[in-house]
């Protein structure tokens, strides 16, 4: 046998009479979960019903002052009341006077005094009408909230879906376009070498490898985006490299703008690369110059978030450093806020802009387990927010490693490259160093060659090969059959067999394609020495 459970009721009676209270008092005693305020005076009846919550109002059609009739329309006027139930008490049985109390907004009429059945029967349907349609306000309300955080977790997906794309892509094409440049850039430095050269020759060569150059800064940036740049992440204080930063923007700025540095006290460290959020920074203080036309004022702010700080939805909560650079520029409309971390994209002249800053910036941060937030107010400028997670060990003095000239050697170096063209390119920049050289075209050939007794000073092994043996494995074999011979990866990005979540290991050593000689041989020297100090 089930069991009604009566919803509660609040009745609100106003009338001038004070025996009026008794008698409603005493003919809604059958009326279950109710409660009664009785008031005398009809301008306190909206105060009184938002009070006691009313839900429903018994009202005396014939008051002096403040009538039946004003009390409905006072009530209806009030966006908290204009629902509840309002049920006029009279004396009269007028057809007339019952279609005025209608149209001034009542919902019921009852002649004085009402059997108690009939009473109670009534206060109860009102009540629960008004409950039930609460509910439904309720209900709706919360339905239109679900689908608007719909909407906005489906517009996320599917931007996150979009940026993932474009990442693969653009991930793709920047390390087959390192290879390419690794070729180009091999053999022009490979000439220079040993081609004797003439001055207008070496002109030459020069313009064309600092075209490859730009090539190897815009696959570094389509890398950054695609979150596939080997980063070497060390523990950096971000508050000492914004002050070291602090001139250079200034000057990058000019004279007409203004920089605003705002580190908080006690700022924390975050595991990153420092060298890839220096160009994060200095990329997004270029892109708040060009919105502000030379003159208005950057603002740089660092500060720590403590976990009961609201973070990005794609964060848990958790301790992140926020770094905000925020300019009073010309701003971004929706429609091109919506695509500005997209590769490619800009809104700058032709020739003033890659459209690879933002995208950069976004691959950057996301690698380093962050998130960046972008929000644009056309007219009062533009701020870009990183939140960085923090971490409490001691910062990584860096030290500034002055350029080598290039140098060669006499060891012997087993080169591992399944492209013949770049495997050819660098065997001949380094037979050319004066090093006795070894090839071989995958892993498996490189064993073989271990295998046969070859003594080997430095292997130098391309990532990703063909073949039944990994580099990761190759790189193994080397330390056990050849304990003081040193391994040197090198790679088009980061690829998943030396880092996690593209952060290298401590112990790895990998040179980044497209690499210069002087970068080559600088490495090749410095692990040499190293395997002769261990």
Known sequence: MSQYEPNPCSVLLIDDEPFAEDIISHGLKGCAAHTLRYANRAELAVELAREVAATVVLVDLRMPGVDGFEVTRRLRAERDTENVPVILLSSEE????????????????LVKWPDPRE?????????????????????????????????ASQSALYQAQKMEAIGQLTGGVAHDFNNVLQIIGGNLQLLKLVGNLNDAG?????????GVERGAKLSSHLLAFA????????VTHPGHLLREMDDMMRRLLGPNASVVTDIADGLGSALVDPNQLNNVLLNLAINARDAMGGSGTLTIRAANVEPDTPVPATLAPGRYIAIEVLDTGKGMPPDVLERAFEPFFTTKPLGQ??????????????????????????????????FLPRVDAEPVRQRNSAAAPLQGGAETILVVEDEDAVR?????????????????????AALAIIDDGQAIDLVFTDVIMPGPVSSLQLGEAVRAKLPRAQVLYTSGYAEGVLTHEGKLDAAVDLLQKPYHPDALSARIRHLLRRGRQG
């Open 119 to 151: 009473l109670v029967a009534r206060v109860r349907y009102h009540s629960d009408a008004f409950g039930a349609r609460r509910q439904r306000d309720a209900a709706f309300v919360s339905l239109r909230l679900s689908q608007e955080q719909l909407a």
């Open 202 to 210: 070496r002109t030459r060569v020069d313009m064309a490898l600092s």
């Open 424 to 444: 050819d390119t660098t065997c001949g920049i380094l037979s050319a160093l004066g090093y006795r050289v070894l090839q071989a075209a995958d892993a498996a």
């Open 94 to 109: 007028d057809p007339d006077i019952k279609a005025m109390a209608f149209a001034a907004g009542a919902n019921d009429y």
């Open 353 to 386: 802009g890659t459209g690879l800053g933002l995208s950069m910036a976004y691959g950057f941060v996301k690698q380093s387990g962050g998130d960046i937030v972008l929000a644009s107010e056309i007219g009062r400028g533009t701020s870009v927010r990183i």
């Open 227 to 234: 979150r596939r740049q080997p980063l070497q992440a060390v």
